[in-house]
Structures are given as C-alpha cells and as structure tokens.
C-alpha cells in the first residue's frame, strides 16, 4: 500500500516519460487529496494533474481517504474501482519515492523506497475524470499487489497483516500499458525486483520551534 510519495518533478519526468508535463502546481509531498501528475491512456502525449483517490461520479470528495490504493484481484468488481477497470482506464503515477513503515526493528519506522538508478518510478493505476463545473477533473488510484514473499516490501506494515506493494512498472512496459485492456492487464501487474529498488529510514523532519523570548 502508499498513501504517501513524492511525485516526479519536471526534469526527471522528462527523463523517464514521452509525455508533456503538466502545468500547475502540486506539493513535494502527496497524500490523499492532494494532487499529482499522472500519464492516462486517455492522453498519452500530456501529463495531466489528477486528484489522489479514485472518485467516479457518484462519489463524495472524502471518498479520497479509501480509494488511494486498488488492489488489483478485487479492482473489476469493487464499487469504486470496477468502472475504471471495465473501461480499461489505465494509467502511470510518476514518483521518485513512496514511503511506508516499516516494522523490522518491532515498531513503525518510516521508511523512503525508490528506484535504485535514480529515475523515476512509474507505478500503475487506473483513473477517473468528472465534469466539476467548467473544469475536467481527474483523479487516480495505484493498483497494488500482494508482496508477502517481496524482500523489501514484507518488511513493511504491521506484523500480522498481509504484505502488500504498489505495481512499479518496468520502463520497457510504459507504453504496453497504457495500451492494456481489462482481458490481459494482469500480466503487468508483477512485483518489482528487489534489486532495482532502494529503501532506507526516511524519518519526517519536525518544524523547528519558533524562539519568540
């Protein structure tokens, strides 16, 4: 699972995706809710600027706290999820690095994991847009397998649950994904290997105490 990554800023992306970056503004750090570049199978030639946590169009915007991460055995028939699938809604979430807890010392320690050659990850998701007013808004989703025997990501979450790990894509599979159907995408969705990753304690900075005497 990811509820928490830094999206790939413009230079990087340039370096890893054909897709033109998009304008606007988004945080270092995204959280559900927040916004994030993303590569649809809609637009393939143009990054778009989508909303993290899938809202179909029936959806209330807090809907955003649950549907951030896919698991892909359950994404065709979830709620949530299955309109996006069925319509083979596919996309690519450029990030240079996900944080999880990590629990091998007995207690949660955050952890930084991304792309050991230094590029971009590109994780797979499905998307969504709806008509808000005058604007066309998109939101996404990362699909998620399971990672109980992955090296790295079963280090992760808490002792007892199921080890799970966002679908890091192959640079070479970018563009067979975009162009996957609902009938074969699951022969995308793979873990990723353990070696071309890299993961180290990345503990948040606290904000420095204003001295005001």
């Known amino acids: 699972m990811c509820a928490n990554f830094t999206p790939s800023r413009q230079a990087a992306w340039e370096r890893a995706f054909s897709a033109a970056f998009p304008i606007g503004d988004f945080k270092a750090e995204t959280f559900p809710g927040y916004t994030a570049p993303i590569v649809t199978n809609e637009r393939r030639d143009d990054g778009v600027l989508a909303t993290f946590g899938l809202l179909p169009n029936w959806a209330k915007p807090e809907l955003v706290r649950s549907t951030y991460n896919a698991r892909s055995e359950t994404a065709a028939t979830k709620p949530s999820f299955r309109n996006a699938w069925k319509r083979g809604q596919f996309c690519i979430i450029p990030a240079d690095t996900i944080f999880e807890p990590c629990y091998e010392s007995g207690k949660a320690v955050r952890w930084g994991i991304r792309e050991a050659e230094g590029?971009?990850?590109?994780?797979?998701?499905?998307?969504?847009?709806?008509?808000?007013?005058?604007?066309?808004?998109?939101?996404?989703?990362?699909?998620?397998?399971?990672?109980?025997?992955?090296?790295?990501?079963k280090l992760m979450h808490e002792p007892g649950e199921e080890k799970r790990m966002v679908v890091v894509l192959d640079p070479d599979d970018y563009g067979d994904w975009l162009h996957a159907t609902p009938e074969n995408a699951f022969q995308w969705l793979?873990?990723?290997?353990?070696?071309?990753?890299?993961?180290?304690?990345a503990p948040r900075e606290r904000p420095k105490s204003l001295d005001l005497f």
Do not use: C, K
Request: avoid cysteine; hydrophobic fraction near 40%; charge should be negative.
């Open 119 to 153: 590029r971009p990850m590109g994780i797979a998701g499905l998307w969504e847009s709806r008509q808000e007013g005058d604007a066309l808004r998109y939101s996404f989703s990362m699909l998620t397998i399971n990672a109980d025997t992955h090296p790295v990501m």
């Open 190 to 201: 793979r873990q990723y290997p353990a070696e071309r990753l890299a993961a180290e304690p």
